[in-house]
């Protein structure tokens, strides 16, 4: 029998509920995220890695023309933000239990790597996040050099650079700082500005502090397409080592839900981040 291969998706218990109970997955704007700098560090390191390869022309020219572009572009960053729902390959691990799953009171959701590809088409992607600091030698940092060079007008008024810019931005969406590769993280991705046409409507989260703008995927139908049952596509349900929730309830719950194969998939984490409790 083939191995299944596991991405971890780490929350809290509302979104269990709204996965499981509504078939519905959240893709929230990753400038609302911990890493929302990782965008912003992807363009400044691509346009760094540009203009330091046109100093070295002496492209005086181009060089201000390039300066001008990224100066102009970063100020969008809002309207290019891309949407996405996060995973990782590391099952039951402490750092992710911190920072994604409720400082260990949540639960950890495992869904096949194979059937969340086949789930993800159209404007959704599902794109293993890669983590580089040095810029330089990203295939996006070639193209766009040439493509400078070879323009004969305004880099703004040339659709082969706007088209690479936007390529950029969505790039952007799937990359990280190295400091974060002991996260092994994949990512389900849509970028809305990147389709003339995107289905989904957005939705809004209304907390006492803020709102929030995301997009919800309804899991039931992108499991028809890809001829399974979300069932099929959650392997695993872990209680968080820090969370107070019973087994026997959560099994009930899945159960009067319409989700009972699932029950028979819920675990409890063996690892030791428990450190509300103290024994006298």
């Known amino acids: 029998m083939k191995k299944q291969h596991l991405l971890y998706h780490y929350t809290d218990y509302q979104a269990l509920d709204g996965i ?3 078939a519905q997955l959240r893709l929230n704007n990753l400038l609302n995220m911990n890493d929302a700098a990782e965008m912003r560090l992807f ?3 691509l346009s760094s890695a540009v203009i330091e390869r046109l100093q070295r022309d002496g492209a005086q020219e181009a060089l201000k023309a390039v300066k001008k572009l990224f100066q102009e572009e970063v100020k969008k960053e809002f309207y290019y933000s891309a949407y996405a729902a996060c995973f990782s390959k590391n099952r039951d691990d402490a750092a992710q239990w911190e920072r994604y799953g409720n400082h260990g009171r949540g639960v950890c959701i495992a869904f096949s790597k194979e059937l969340l590809q086949k789930m993800a088409a159209g404007i959704v992607s599902l794109e293993e996040v890669y983590y ?3 810029m330089r030698t990203h295939k996006l940092v070639d193209t766009f050099y040439e493509l400078v060079k070879d ?7 040339d659709p082969r650079v706007m088209a ?3 390529e950029a931005w969505i ?8 400091s974060f590769a002991s996260e092994k993280e994949t990512r389900l991705v849509a970028s809305p500005f990147s389709k003339k046409y995107f289905d989904v409507e957005p939705c809004y989260h209304i907390s006492t502090e803020r709102i929030k703008k995301y997009y919800p995927l309804d899991l039931r139908k992108m499991c028809e397409n890809a001829r399974c049952s979300l069932e099929d596509a959650i392997d695993e349900i872990m209680i968080g080592p820090e969370s107070t929730q019973s087994k026997a309830i959560l099994e009930d719950y899945l159960k009067d839900t319409g989700m009972g194969g699932l029950a028979g998939k819920v675990a409890i984490s063996d690892c030791p981040l428990r450190r509300s409790y103290t024994t006298s």
């Open 43 to 45: 363009m400044g390191g």
């Open 151 to 157: 323009s004969r007008g305004g880099l703004k008024e």
């Open 132 to 134: 580089q600091a040095d």
């Open 20 to 22: 499981v109970g509504k």
């Open 171 to 178: 790039a952007s969406a799937a990359f990280k700082h190295p």
């Open 164 to 166: 690479c810019l936007e």
